[in-house]
């Protein structure tokens, strides 16, 4: 190999070592942005501006990764780049149903880790302000909730009582909401409300992927048992 020839091969290879630090260096950007917590819509305009003024990638090109990125944001797919989702899931899977559905069994156990997420448990709850505070709903059932708001997690938590007396071995029935907001804005309303944006909500079914087919037997299974 001649001396012009290694040269070449030398520019070559610094091409290339340059293209791969273009590219080490973009993710790790995005690393930082995504650590730090800055909303996933943001991250994606800021992608394609760091190409364009950092990396002097062409509008066409720059225009091109924006709706690719645009379209990818309103994807499904995309909820598994934000924290908060993977938290949500995380929190889902002690929803009462969903937790027996996976062959859970609603014990102490179990009262202690869902009482954990609003901040309390079995052994702290002050079952006088309890019973103070209990609802009657339109089942003549009397009841209490917990509530939390947690960014986009919103959470509540119903215990049910067999009567007016709030305490653990009176409870009859347990059940919960929970959703996250995906913030993904949507043309919402109508001609009497005015138009806006809206985003979506996803409840714990849709973040689990959970079977409904078997999801429904089971539950018409343990309607079976209780009758």
Known sequence: MTTIEKRLQRKKNLIKIKKILKKITILFFIGIIYLI???LYVVFIIIPLVL?????????????????????????YSFYLEPSFHKFKEICQLDPEIYQFNGGKLDEEYYNKVLKYFDTDLESLDWEYIQKNLFFNDSKRYGYEFNKYDGRISATLFFMF????????????IWSVMTWRDLRPLPAGNEGSGFYLSGGIVGCFEALHIDMTKFNEWKRGIENVKQ
Do not use: C, E, H, Q
């Open 37 to 39: 917590g800055i909303p």
């Open 52 to 76: 364009f003024i950092r990396f002097k990638y062409n509008i066409g090109s720059v225009l091109v990764i924006l709706f690719s990125l645009f379209i990818f944001y309103y994807t499904p």
């Open 162 to 173: 067999k009567d007016n007396r709030a305490s653990f071995d009176n409870i009859d029935n």
